[in-house]
């Protein structure tokens, strides 16, 4: 075949393409459900950069916004404690992380509002498992301390590092636990510095030498330890009045911190723990929790890329520990929650 004709045969084909593609009609978009909520803007607040806590906000944010572009999903930071409960209490979050065990944060907070009713402005719904927040309690090696007994039976003369809000409220009651007042141990010797000790100020803090001992809680790896070398190592929660005193502030789940979860954990160390969780205010419409949880779970494998073991809370059996966990607290399930949660088989009521 000469090759004029062939190009002319080449060329007439593809204008029957053309001609056929431009009587084809374009394909119709996606369109959502049509009882999905529509014009959705929600803040979702974490604590601080840097932290776990914030990591998790981030992603969770970034999950929504993958799957509902046409949502307003703000990812922000409060910047400290006291900064999310006043944005809380003026209804500027709708969704953030569970910061304490409930008894410990009233108690802590409840103080500081006399003017209003804490557990009523600050009220809450779950809504899904964040993580179990385990208690760490470090120690520098030069210490040479094995309990946290041994710190009031020895009179250590010890710098703590000590976080502004619920952390400081522990130390009280752990040195109460032992017979003593922190005024008391001020007068031996004792100091304390205030530290976010599961941030990297912390874990700087000890490396440096300003601080000699911590406390603080956070989901396991925490970042910050995942790279020390000098030599640290963390204290067991493991007798049985200070495990009761830890459930009685909420702490309520014995754990284990495994070996090697840290370079310098060589042994499993026995602790308590409590279970974070995304909340959301109480009148957040039903639907938009609903579909907020859709987002999540259809974005799974996106979360548990980004942050290490949340796959595990997105469970039938992690439903249902938090499940139980409500009906011993009180703090309820958000409706939209349930609904979802029912549908996927979960729970029932």
């Avoid at 440096?208 to 809680?217: E, F, K, L, N, Y």
């Amino acid at each position: 075949m000469p090759i004029r004709r062939i190009a002319l045969l080449v060329v007439c084909m593809l204008l029957a393409l053309a001609v056929l593609l431009t009587a084809c009609p374009a394909s119709a978009p996606t369109m959502p459900p049509e009882d999905m909520p529509q014009n959705v803007e929600l803040n979702i607040v974490g604590f601080r950069v840097g932290t776990s806590n914030q990591l998790r906000i981030d992603t969770i944010a970034e999950a929504i916004r993958i799957e509902y572009p046409d949502w307003k999903v703000n990812s922000l930071s409060a910047g400290g404690e006291a900064q999310l409960v006043s944005k809380y209490i003026a209804g500027e979050t709708d969704l953030c992380l569970s910061m304490y065990p409930r008894p410990l944060e009233v108690e802590l907070q409840a103080p500081l509002h006399p003017e209003i009713d804490y557990e009523q402005a600050t009220a809450y719904s779950l809504v899904l498992p964040s993580s179990p927040r385990i208690i760490h309690f470090f120690a520098r090696g030069n210490t040479g301390l094995n309990s946290i007994r041994e710190i009031v039976d020895q009179k250590r003369q010890l710098s703590w590092g000590i976080g502004a809000g619920g952390s400081t409220l522990v130390v009280d009651k752990l040195l109460e636990y032992y017979g003593v007042s922190w005024e008391e141990a001020e007068g031996w010797g004792m100091k304390r510095e205030t530290l976010f000790m599961t941030s990297p100020d912390g874990a700087e803090a000890l490396q440096a030498g300003r601080v000699d001992i911590g406390i603080s809680w956070t989901a396991i790896p925490c970042p910050a330890y995942m790279g020390v070398t000098f030599d640290i190592k963390l204290l067991p929660i493991d007798e049985p009045g200070l495990v009761q005193l830890f459930s009685e502030m909420g702490f309520g789940k014995a754990a284990i911190i495994p070996a090697g979860t840290y370079p310098f954990v060589t042994e499993d160390i026995p602790t308590a723990s409590e279970t974070s969780h995304l909340v959301a205010r109480p009148d957040l419409p039903e639907d938009v929790v609903y579909y907020a949880l859709k987002a999540l779970f259809n974005q799974k494998d996106f979360l548990s890329a980004a942050v290490t073991g949340f796959e595990n809370e997105m469970t039938a059996e992690a439903i249902a520990d938090s499940w139980a966990i409500s009906q011993r607290t009180g703090i309820p399930f958000h409706p939209g929650a349930i609904k979802f949660y029912q549908e996927m088989g979960w729970i029932e009521q």
